[in-house]
């Protein structure tokens, strides 16, 4: 029996199977080509103990590029590359948006940055690596500063987009102000049309599309798309930036690589749309911090 795709997405409220990915990161000016990469996995972790108990998710990675190299084994790059280390395995709060809301473990990651300064400390006296070596130790003492740096990056903003939630009858919804800021440093807040497509794809994928553009400069765009599975964890991130004023283009791909046998329902769907829901309505607090909280991006539907 041929079903479509609801029309509310429910962020997954579990997954005990590790999920695997690879991030892509690419940039193309007039002046030069940037680009990272890295493989991570992905798996729910819990719920918070406090209430509103919220999920939780840990992300770890490894293998690391730059260009498509390893990072560089001088002391700065050594330096940066620890620093970025200290973060992994990462335990991030999940609002129902699908949006990073706070970091569940952030006193693990103190005490990892901790353990990499003494062999940093006989080499930096003064300068620029000790500015550095300072700033990055700043941040990491904030949990609230370490969040919205996380929330900030290209990688972070787009693995937990805010795409779940209600699309209703027209499919169609709208987030505006929703801010990105890139490695040149630029900050740009954009107005974005999420259309979740009526039926599955031939593979069985749930599409979302994402078109956009700059609220300051119209030509600056975006588009691309989601694909989750059927469970709705995310299987592809497409998303392409063009940003006029510096004749840039950003290419970012998430892709799953390596896909989990998902458990099958006597209705041949991949999950029990009531069983989740109601798994997700048996804490009340869950939906609370969407109402009360004006500074979390929400879905605004068009009608």
């Known amino acids: 029996m041929k079903m479509n795709v609801p029309t509310h997405l429910y962020f997954p409220s579990m997954q005990l199977q590790e999920r695997e990915y690879n991030y892509n990161y690419f940039k193309k000016s007039n002046i030069a080509e940037k680009a990272l990469s890295f493989d991570f996995t992905f798996i729910h972790n819990g719920r918070t103990s406090e209430e509103p108990k919220r999920p939780v998710v840990k992300i770890n990675r490894n293998?690391?590029?730059?260009?498509?190299?390893?990072?560089?084994?001088t002391l700065v790059g050594d330096l940066v590359y620890s620093a970025s280390q200290a973060l992994f395995p990462l335990k991030l709060v999940i609002n129902s948006y699908g949006y990073s809301k706070g970091i569940y473990n952030h006193s693990e990651i103190l005490e990892r940055w901790k353990s990499f300064i003494p062999r940093f400390q006989t080499y930096y006296e003064k300068g620029k690596s000790t500015q550095?070596?300072?700033?990055?130790?700043?941040?990491?003492?904030?949990?609230?500063?370490?969040?919205?740096?996380?929330?900030?990056?290209?990688?972070?903003?787009?693995?937990?987009?805010?795409?779940?939630?209600?699309?209703?009858?027209?499919?169609?919804?709208?987030?505006?102000?929703?801010?990105?800021?890139?490695?040149?440093?630029?900050?740009?807040?954009y107005s974005l049309d999420l259309e979740l497509q009526k039926d599955y794809t031939e593979n069985g994928k749930i599409r979302i599309s994402v078109e956009g553009k700059s609220e300051l400069i119209e030509?600056?765009?975006?588009?691309?798309?989601?694909?989750?599975?059927?469970?709705?964890?995310?299987?592809?991130?497409?998303?392409?930036?063009?940003?006029?004023t510096y004749q840039e283009e950003i290419k970012i791909h998430i892709q799953e690589t390596k896909e989990l046998i998902e458990?099958?329902?006597?209705?041949?769907?991949?999950?029990?749309?009531?069983?989740?829901?109601?798994?997700?309505?048996?804490?009340?607090?869950?939906?609370?911090?969407?109402?009360?909280?004006?500074?979390?991006?929400?879905?605004?539907?068009?009608?």
């Not at 590029?65 to 560089?72: A, R, S, T, V």
């Not at 600056?220 to 299987?235: A, C, E, Q, V, W």
């Open 63 to 73: 293998n690391l590029l730059i260009n498509y190299e390893k990072p560089d084994e």
């Open 132 to 189: 550095l070596l300072n700033e990055i130790g700043r941040l990491y003492k904030s949990s609230e500063k370490l969040i919205k740096s996380l929330q900030n990056d290209c990688f972070f903003s787009w693995f937990f987009f805010p795409v779940y939630g209600d699309y209703e009858i027209g499919r169609v919804s709208t987030i505006n102000n929703y801010e990105f800021s890139f490695i040149s440093g630029q900050k740009i807040k």
């Open 219 to 244: 030509n600056d765009t975006i588009s691309g798309y989601f694909l989750l599975n059927k469970d709705r964890s995310i299987h592809e991130v497409k998303i392409n930036f063009y940003l006029s």
């Open 263 to 303: 458990r099958k329902t006597d209705i041949n769907v991949v999950f029990d749309e009531r069983e989740e829901r109601e798994k997700l309505q048996k804490s009340r607090g869950f939906f609370v911090e969407e109402i009360e909280d004006n500074n979390l991006p929400k879905h605004n539907i068009r009608r």
